[in-house]
């Protein structure tokens, strides 16, 4: 007798691939479940319809927050506007779109934010992650580095915009954030410290100051003298939100390619 079948002609063989192919089909059931959790099922591009649900489609998923915040359900929280200042490029489906007013202030293309949560980013032990270098927990700029405050900041066209009024650090990370940038009118504006760069601090210029003469300011080339005035705003001094971060960095970030018009253009 051939041991290796189990009932009448059904041997192990058999049995092993009809296992397999049952584990097959509810994995594509589980994982378009989970596929259509958030955002999903399928929305009209022209009409904003969202198709009707189906087999397909999974229960909505809870989060929990840290720090006593509760819960969160994606699927429960107001949708975004589709009805965007832009024009497509053509008539088609998936066609670029074309800002019609201020393609940073609406955050069109690079320039987009997402509606994250109105809170700080916090540390693991609750304290808000980004602060002013002097609410942080006894964190200091190196006595060798330059210190900044003070310095001249430098705009994309040239024009010196203001002075840096103080450093926002990240306490998890231990690094620098944004420069905190009070323009010529006054106005204090928070810009990341990814799109600054430090000039006159170079190892030659500390060695031969007198041949180098190498003047010391802040450049920060992604956005005009002009276009600060619009940088968002913090809505309590001191505290900056996920939402206005990502609302500045969108800005700076737009400006690369909507700062100016030639920067929107192709280079060819």
């Not at 192990?12 to 509810?26: D, H, K, S, W």
């Not at 959790?37 to 929990?64: A, M, N, V, W």
């Not at 994250?116 to 980004?130: A, M, Q, V």
């Not at 600054?196 to 920060?220: C, R, T, Y």
Request: glycine share 8%; aromatic share 10%; proline share 7%.
């Amino acid at each position: 007798m051939n041991a290796a079948y189990i009932v009448g002609s059904f041997d192990a063989a058999e049995l092993a691939f009809l296992l397999f192919f049952g584990f097959f089909v509810a994995l594509v059931f589980y994982l378009n479940k989970e596929s259509r959790r958030e955002g999903y099922p399928l929305e009209d591009e022209d009409t904003g319809k969202i198709h009707p649900g189906s087999l397909f489609d999974g229960d909505k998923k809870t989060f929990q927050l840290p720090n006593g915040r509760g819960t969160y359900v994606p699927e429960d929280v107001a949708r975004d506007d589709i009805n965007v200042p832009a024009v497509q490029a053509f008539r088609a489906a998936g066609a670029p779109f074309v800002p019609t007013g201020d393609a940073m202030a609406d955050g069109m293309g690079p320039a987009a934010w997402a509606n994250r949560s109105k809170y700080p980013d916090l540390t693991f032990d609750g304290r808000p992650r980004i602060v002013p270098i002097a609410q942080s927990h006894e964190l200091i700029i190196a006595p060798n580095d330059p210190q900044l405050v003070g310095w001249n900041v430098v705009a994309a066209d040239g024009v010196t915009v203001g002075k840096v009024s103080d450093i926002w650090v990240d306490q998890a990370e231990h690094i620098i954030r944004y420069l905190e940038v009070e323009t010529t009118s006054g106005k204090k504006v928070l810009a990341p410290m990814m799109v600054a760069v430090v000039h006159g601090n170079s190892l030659l210029n500390k060695v031969l100051p007198v041949i180098l003469d190498e003047p010391e300011f802040v450049e920060i080339d992604a956005i005009t003298a002009a276009q600060f005035e619009n940088v968002p705003a913090l809505e309590t001094a001191g505290i900056i939100t996920r939402y206005e971060e990502d609302r500045i960095q969108a800005y700076f970030g737009g400006g690369y390619m909507y700062a100016t018009p030639e920067r929107s253009e192709a280079w060819l």
